[in-house]
């Protein structure tokens, strides 16, 4: 009988893809930072510039390196590993950078730029699901495919893209550290925004356990089933499209309503329009 294999790590996939390595025969180009751009998939928001100047400072004393990896796009580059060096090499005033261009596929690019900040940097949990969010929807991955490509269980990628059904008040509360991932997985159950945040501030303000915070969501989302009566006729139907959208749906007997922020609209147009 074979072993079952061995889930790949984040560190497996950036081996894989040799992000560290000079490969053999791979020539180191001096490409002008004016041609290179920023990577579409990179997840991070906030860079930490003490860490860009202290970069910067080494690069002064000593140069650069290692070089980044590019990929050819176009008339220019876009940037495969290696943005705190080139943003480093901005503040110097570098007019060029060592580096090495490879054509890696679109879809490498993402599983890349994910792993690469998910391995080595301390991303916040609102940019590591946003992060999930723009590879899936760019690739059309469903939650297990992306789990299976970082070696993530699902249910870790399903409890992170929930996080992004919080308002903007109890995402801060969380990135602030006043509410913690398991109080912001419990709250994201819940659909009332207002309800969300009435329970985060009194998270903060009682600090209660996150078993508490569980059990009032139940009476919370218990409530809120009493009053909608939803129907379970559809459940397969809202399962399916809830998967499809990357968000959460409802199927009644006269609509069909899709949770979403303002600014994801034309996305979910886009991918009703795929269908």
């Known amino acids: 009988m074979s072993q079952d294999k061995k889930p790949r790590t984040l560190a497996d996939l950036l081996q894989e893809h ?3 390595d000079v490969l053999e025969g791979e020539v180191i180009d001096e490409i002008a930072l004016d041609e290179i751009k920023a990577n579409p998939f990179q997840p991070r928001r906030i860079f930490d510039q003490d860490k860009i100047d202290e970069l910067a400072q080494s690069i002064r004393e000593h140069g650069i390196f290692q070089p980044i990896i590019i990929k050819k796009v176009g008339k220019g580059y876009i940037i495969v590993s290696g943005e705190r060096r080139y943003r480093a ?3 110097v005033g570098l007019k060029t950078i060592p580096s090495i261009v490879r054509q890696y596929e679109e879809s490498k690019v993402a599983e890349i730029a994910l ?3 998910l391995q080595r940097e301390n991303l916040t949990p609102i940019e590591e699901a946003e992060a999930y969010k723009v590879v899936m929807n760019h690739l059309s991955l469903t939650q297990t495919e992306l789990a299976q490509k970082i070696g993530k269980s699902r249910s870790h990628v399903t409890n992170m893209l929930g996080l992004l059904n919080l308002p903007e008040e109890t995402q801060n509360l969380l990135l602030t550290n006043q509410i913690s991932m398991g109080h912001a997985r419990a ?6 925004k207002d309800q969300i945040n009435k ?3 009194m998270i903060v303000r009682k600090q209660l ?3 508490q915070v569980e059990e009032l969501t139940k009476t919370e989302d218990k409530t809120n089933k009493i009053k909608r009566k939803p129907s379970t006729r ?3 139907e809202e399962k399916y499209l809830s998967s499809y959208l990357n968000h959460k749906v409802k199927i009644d007997e006269k609509k069909i309503t899709i949770y979403y922020h303002e600014d994801e609209l034309a996305e979910v147009i886009s991918r009703l329009l795929k269908k």
């Open 18 to 20: 040799h992000v560290d």
């Open 89 to 91: 090499a901005q503040q």
């Open 115 to 117: 792993a690469e900040n």
């Open 187 to 192: 709250l994201s159950k819940l659909e009332n």
């Open 199 to 201: 329970l985060a501030n």
């Open 209 to 211: 356990s996150v078993r």
């Open 234 to 236: 559809y459940i397969k």
